[in-house]
């Protein structure tokens, strides 16, 4: 404990520190939610920095969570440099992270789908370089379920004929590059009756050369059938690589203008 | 924080009482209201009983599809007897007023609740529809009421899924002397049926058609809407009452869900295929001879959910592996 640190001269702020993990090495911010997770997950997720909520962090949902098994998430962070990290988590979710995003030569930018399980916040938290912690989020109503139903391919009972199934493409857009692609994959939450957790939990982007340009850590909170938009600063093809949780592999390569291609057709 | 009970006290003059009610204003408890259905006869022994043209919500009761109330001589025919057990009720009293007739026949024009879930209010064997609409009905009607108690809450106490008990067959039938022919159709949902009362002219689209509210696409397959719009198209007609929005006098509503449906298909396809992610799909600008169309963005971005995964897995190549 460093409390010593600690010892300021308002009441108040003595109060907030302590309600704080030591780790933060500074004080949290009450949450402009108001949800009743955020000190919990706070405490857990936001090591090494202080933590702040940040306009500049644009989380993206849609204005009602129509399935509430495949939710768009768009998060935004183009407008701060040197970003290391994205964490996208839902407070109120069994499942809370879905993401962790490490964008190397990759812009500050990523979307994907996610699962709800209820009314909840959806944040993005996104830390600097410098360690410090920028989020931004909202509340997003949705119905029950999302986590805890079964997803469609294991009703229809094909998941098996087509796991790991690879489509995408890729766009130039000056002197980065659009990567659009999703994996076939049931993502089970493990909160399913007889049917335990089984997801993708990595995904990697190399270039051409071989090295890595951006990678993710991957929960089963994110929707059966992960997709994933990413922005990297190269051009050339793109190896996209993923590993589930019984260490199967599945990888592709996309081709410079693909995307391009695909608009092309009639 | 704490805040003592002294502190509370000595705040409580008007400028602090504000901060220490809101909450408990936020979460005071609401209460389901009374439906109050309003019968407008749009032609002679027709009239139309406006929904609220917006999302289902708490605070219009899950009252925002249309429904119908049709005079023969044999009694009242009501077509669609809306969302809940007790806006049934309300139909069904406001059609014994206006006709001066017991309902003898119900028609629910496809399974959707916001149209069907008023059935039980009338004699299960007088309510009609199309097999489809029973099969998706016994599909879907289970989640569809929980969603709606979710909602709804109160204004959906009493409501059971109903299933019709007469199947519709395409063609002729003659209720108390009023002929009305009946279409057999698909494309917002697995069944659709419409409705031309012979002697008016006025054609009952179900959800079909829309007007100046966007079309909601949860069950639809764009393609065979479009053909049963041109179907509709070529029924001769002189009214129009959508599923959605304000009774259309000429051919305007028909046209407007074609284009809307159009544009919604065509963009969507160009979405996936430039590389926009759904949110970036959701926030297409709505072109500007959409911009008195009520609930465009939201139904807009229904219609995402609903396409975006399947046009990916259409239109983006497969790749390695």
């Known amino acids: ?266 | 924080m704490r805040v003592s009970r002294r502190a509370i006290i000595a705040g409580l003059g008007a400028a602090g009482l504000a901060p220490v009610l809101a909450p408990a204003l936020v979460h005071a408890e609401q209460f389901a209201g009374t439906y109050d259905p309003k019968a407008e006869e749009v032609a002679d022994g027709i009239w139309m009983v406006r929904g609220a043209d917006e999302p289902i919500a708490f605070s219009n009761g899950g009252a925002i599809a249309n429904s119908v109330i049709i005079a023969t001589d044999d009694g009242a025919v009501v077509v669609d007897p809306g969302p809940s057990l007790s806006y049934g009720r309300a139909i069904r009293a406001l059609a014994e007023r206006v006709t001066g007739k017991p309902v003898v026949r119900v028609y629910v024009t496809h399974l959707h609740p916001d149209h069907s879930f008023g059935a039980g209010a009338f004699d299960a064997r007088s309510v009609h529809a199309l097999p489809a609409t029973r099969h998706d009905l016994e599909r879907d009607g289970e989640g569809f009421s929980d969603a709606l108690f979710r909602v709804l809450a109160d204004w959906m106490k009493g409501t059971t899924v109903v299933m019709p008990q007469g199947d519709v067959t395409a063609g002729e039938v003659v209720i108390g002397g009023r002929k009305l022919r009946l279409f057999a159709l698909d494309g917002h949902s697995s069944g659709d049926l419409a409705i031309l009362d012979e002697a008016t002219g006025t054609l009952i689209g179900g959800d079909l058609v829309f007007h100046d509210r966007a079309p909601a696409t949860p069950h639809a397959n764009l393609d065979g809407w479009l053909t049963a719009l041109d179907r509709l198209d070529g029924v001769p007609h002189d009214l129009v009452i959508p599923g959605h929005g304000p009774l259309d006098s000429g051919n305007a509503a028909i046209a407007q869900t074609r284009d809307w449906l159009t544009w919604i298909q065509g963009m969507l396809n160009d979405a996936v295929l430039s590389g926009k992610d759904m949110s970036e799909a959701g926030a297409t600008p709505i072109p500007e001879r959409f911009a008195d169309i009520k609930v465009a963005r939201y139904e807009l971005q229904r219609s995402v959910s609903h396409f975006y995964p399947g046009l990916e897995a259409k239109l983006l190549p497969m790749v390695g592996n």
């Not at chain 1, 995408?168 to 692609?181: I, N, P, V």
């Not at chain 1, 938009?229 to 592709?252: H, I, K, N, W, Y």
């Open chain 1, 1 to 266: 404990m460093r409390i010593a640190n600690n010892i300021l001269p308002a009441a108040a702020t003595l109060v907030m520190a302590l309600a704080a993990s030591p780790a933060l090495g500074g004080e949290l911010p009450a949450d402009p939610l108001g949800s009743p997770m955020w000190e919990y997950h706070a405490e857990k997720l936001f090591t090494g920095g202080p933590v702040v909520f940040d306009s500049r962090v644009k989380v993206i949902l849609p204005v009602v969570a129509e399935d509430q098994h495949v939710v768009p998430v768009t998060v935004d962070a183009r407008k701060l440099d040197g970003v290391k990290r994205i964490v996208v988590f839902a407070d109120l979710n069994p499942i809370p992270v879905a993401i962790d995003y490490r964008p190397m030569d990759a812009a500050p930018f990523v979307a994907t789908r996610i699962k709800l399980d209820q009314r909840t916040p959806v944040r993005a938290a996104v830390q600097l370089a410098d360690g410090s912690w920028h989020v931004a989020g909202e509340w997003i109503d949705a119905a029950g379920g999302g986590c805890s139903a079964p997803p469609l391919s294991r009703v229809r009972g094909d998941w098996a004929d087509h796991l790991g199934e690879l489509r995408g493409a890729a766009w130039s857009e000056g002197d980065t590059t659009r990567l659009r692609f999703g994996f076939r994959h049931p993502m089970d939450t493990g909160l399913v009756e007889n049917i335990p957790a089984y997801n993708i939990e990595t995904v990697r982007v190399m270039d051409a050369d071989g090295r890595e340009v951006a990678s993710m850590d991957v929960y089963g909170s994110v929707a059966e059938d992960p997709a994933f938009t990413l922005v990297v600063d190269r051009d050339g093809p793109m190896e996209v690589a993923a590993r589930d949780t019984s260490g199967l592999e599945f990888a592709g390569e996309l081709a410079p203008m693909s995307g391009k291609k695909q608009t092309a057709k009639p």
